[in-house]
């Protein structure tokens, strides 16, 4: 079990590094836009985003060169399905406690 545990902190620890790159500014180029598929990938990781913010000023949550309505569709999806299928996954643990 310990060394589940050890395995599963070294690979959170890992996806952390590599996903410091993936954040909204991490590299500014003021000719490329971000679109739909960056407006979802930074929906899907504004929550580490936002406790990265926290620590240096540079990281922000959301991509100011977009471009636009899809940027914001994407966005927005993404978070919308986080907050879908984690109170869904919640109850249906709860659910299972209940039962046993």
Do not use: Q
């Not at 079990?1 to 070294?10: C, D, G, P, V």
């Not at 490329?32 to 240096?56: C, Q």
């Amino acid at each position: 079990m310990k060394k589940r545990i050890a395995l599963l902190a070294a690979i959170a620890f890992f996806m952390m590094f590599m996903l410091t790159g993936c954040f909204p500014n991490a590299v500014y180029d003021p000719y490329v836009n971000a679109g739909f598929f960056a407006g979802i990938w930074h929906g899907i990781i504004a929550p580490i985003s936002l406790i990265g913010s926290l620590f240096n000023s540079d990281i922000s949550i959301f991509e100011v060169n977009n471009r636009g309505f899809w940027y914001n569709l994407g966005f927005y999806l993404a978070i919308a399905g986080e907050a879908v299928s984690g109170g869904s996954l919640i109850s249906i643990r709860v659910g299972k406690k209940r039962r046993r």
